[in-house]
């Protein structure tokens, strides 16, 4: 505590509490029974001069105790003052810490729905330019057409916030997101989530995928990014993450991966992976 001494205060603690021992010596008092002090058998008298000389050292040292239980009470008064203060700072940052969320989520917001607008735009460009150059004449208005672009946007959004799980074991009456949240806890994430398994189960053995649905496709890039972490865990080594394709996509890595496995045959040297769409290399490490 700033301002008290505390040294000197210990040391004139010490002081009197040896020379409180001292006095009760030389009473005949045994130091520490309180209860005998009044009692005249265990005293011895004192002269005057060693009778005046006690009851001016108790007076100072009484006095010094008082200061010390103020000086104390003062100081405790300040602490307090200062955690109401901190207090309040704490109450003044998670305020603004709060805001700054709702502001971020906010602007997320607003990206999202502009990419979602942009991707409506190019759809409706896409069609418009193949209706008109196959129909030189006036076009015709499909609603059909405009029903399939706006499913294909809003289901590509959707796929943008998922996430699939490969390889984590299926049970009876399974806690399922708490299961997911423990493989995410392992590559340092905590997001709010939504999890089920999806598919058929083929077998009483068979292990079924979970589709896990997050609030943000941003998440769902710090979860990928992070997923190969999940090889050096003892727990999860052999659970899989993967982005949430479309029929589409998923053909066409199937096609991306039988090539990169021809090149793998050509070139065993080499070390070969997809990424963005196409198949890259690098040498192998010794």
């Known amino acids: 505590m700033e301002n008290v001494d505390i040294e000197g205060i210990d040391y004139m603690w010490n002081e009197v509490f040896s020379w409180t ?7 005949g ?3 520490g029974k309180m209860r005998d002090i009044a009692e005249a058998k265990f005293l011895k008298p004192l002269q005057k001069p060693e009778l005046v000389d006690v009851c001016g050292r108790s007076y100072e040292y009484i006095h010094f105790l008082m200061e010390t ?3 104390y009470r003062n100081a405790c008064t300040r602490l307090q003052s200062r955690l109401i203060e901190n207090q ?23 990206v999202v729905k502009s990419s979602v607008a942009t991707s409506v735009k190019e759809e409706f460009k896409s069609y418009s330019s193949v209706v008109s150059s196959s129909t030189p004449t006036a076009p015709t208005f499909c609603p059909e057409a405009l029903k399939t672009v706006v499913k294909t946007v809003v289901a590509e959004e959707d796929r943008s916030r998922n996430v699939l799980v490969f390889g984590l074991p299926e049970e009876d009456g399974e806690e399922l997101e708490t299961k997911i949240s423990g493989v995410f806890e392992e590559i340092g994430l905590k997001p709010k989530l939504e999890a089920q398994r999806i598919g058929k189960k083929k077998t009483a053995s068979s292990t079924r995928p979970v589709k896990v649905c997050v609030s943000s496709s941003l998440i769902v890039h710090q979860i990928l990014v992070n997923a190969k972490n999940l090889r050096k865990s003892a727990k999860y080594k052999t659970v899989f993450l993967s982005p949430d394709r479309s029929l589409e996509q998923r053909e066409a890595r199937k096609e ?3 090539s990169m496995r021809a090149k793998a045959l050509e070139e065993p040297n080499k070390k070969f992976y997809i990424k963005d769409g196409q198949i890259l290399s690098r040498d192998r490490e010794d």
């Open 256 to 258: 991306l991966i039988v």
């Open 88 to 110: 309040q700072t704490l109450i003044n940052v998670q305020k603004e810490l709060s805001d700054c969320k709702s502001e971020k989520l906010e602007a997320m917001e607003n």
């Open 21 to 27: 021992k001292e006095q009760l010596r030389r009473c």
């Open 69 to 71: 239980v103020e000086t």
């Open 29 to 31: 008092k045994p130091y």
